[in-house]
């Protein structure tokens, strides 16, 4: 099975030999649960996401990348920031693509749908916002949902 691994300020990292801009969302319900999903490629938890596709809007690959993903159709509301830091690098063992991070990080509001892995998602629940730091996750994964916790005021750029 094809891999992600993640690298952060590592010197036994591959050099990044692609730039992608993606898309990540922070799913909430009327309770205030966050969407997660367990990645299929790394089994760590994180919010639904991924590239956005030329001819594609940041907003509607949030909604698509989060139907995909979950099987819940959402409303985009804001934005939690920016994440491109250059010391984090993915690297897919499927085709030896070692990508620099660039994600933004968007809220949104379900609609309508249920929970349903993919895929990408061997898993996908409604966490409580008090769990989910607790969860397996990725570092960078783990700043972008701590950002959106603390309630920041303006977009974090990074």
């Known amino acids: 099975m094809a891999r992600r691994i993640d690298y952060y300020d590592d010197p036994q990292a591959p050099k990044p030999n692609s730039l992608v801009p993606s898309v990540n969302v922070v799913v909430t319900n009327d309770a205030g649960d966050i969407l997660m999903i367990r990645r299929s490629d790394n089994d760590n938890w994180a919010v639904p996401g991924g590239a956005i596709d030329l001819g594609e809007s940041l907003p509607a690959a949030a909604v698509r990348e989060t139907l995909e993903e979950t099987g819940i159709t959402c409303e985009i509301t804001g934005i939690v920031g920016t994440y491109t830091d250059p010391k984090h690098v993915i690297f897919y063992t499927s085709n030896g693509e070692a990508r620099q991070e660039f994600s933004i990080v968007l809220t949104a509001r379900a609609v309508s749908g249920e929970p349903t ?13 008090d769990q ?15 950002h959106y916790l603390t309630g920041m005021v303006a977009p974090y750029i990074g």
């Open 132 to 146: 989910v730091e607790a969860l397996p996750m990725d570092r960078s994964m783990r700043l972008r949902i701590g």
């Open 117 to 129: 892995p993919s895929s990408e998602s061997t898993e996908v629940r409604w966490v409580p916002r």
